[in-house]
């Protein structure tokens, strides 16, 4: 056999050897290996037993691990206590994420309208996880509800319907300091929509007879802190 051929088989053997000692990361080899195999369960080291794959840690991370018992020959965590602690954070936040689903602002505010007329507008707000992306943040979904106390029904649809009139939400901690942004939901039924902000009437004895019109709008949170944080909610109503 030429010198040459035998270079060239000596190189493409230390090829493939690198190529399957390389496939999952950085396995922490301390000592020459052989015999990688891959497997369902992972990559399969036949001169150790060791099953090597990665697993996605706690802080979203993905970590070399081995299946059982890991080897002295490598300095890994098991892929059971990697995959046991991330599991443990997600039953924590889930946790977290449950209380504050249980918890509600709310206030009930009377306002008079510059005809005389009066209003009452209820607000409420809940946090959603559902915009979660696992590390915190979210949503708050907040309700307002405006009834109509001491106004026709002409006067109070016109409200929904012709009016600029506005109501505006703000985000209040215990310290008395705002919160977030304050949220601005239009009356006009026509511009709410157009800002995503939902409509339904409530309705008296008939279907003629309005008797509250509740309004809905969705507000982001960068965190679950910044919703704990917030004491309650004020209410203002900004006439045309």
Known sequence: MSTAKTIFRAGLSLAVMATLTTGCGNWNIKSGTSGISETERGNLDN??????????????????????????????????????????????ETQVSDGLLENKLSGSKLFTLPNGSKIRIKTAAKYND????????????????VERVNATPQVFE??????????????????????????????????????????????GQTTSDVVGVSLQARVPIKSIREYKQLARLEVAFKPN
């Open 47 to 92: 001169d150790t037993g060791d099953i090597i794959r990665q697993e996605e840690d706690e802080d979203g991370r993905m970590r070399d691990c081995t299946v059982g018992a890991s080897s002295e020959r490598r300095d890994l965590p098991s892929c059971n206590d990697i995959v046991n602690r991330r599991e443990s954070q997600t039953d924590r």
């Open 130 to 145: 559902e915009t979660s992306s696992g590390r915190g943040g979210g949503e708050l979904i907040v309700n307002a509800l």
């Open 158 to 203: 016109n409200l929904f319907i012709e009016s600029g009139s506005r109501i505006e939400i703000a985000f209040i901690d215990s310290d008395d300091f705002a919160m977030l942004t304050p949220l601005s939901m239009p009356l006009n039924i026509q511009a709410g929509q157009a800002s995503n902000i939902s409509y339904r009437k409530k309705f």
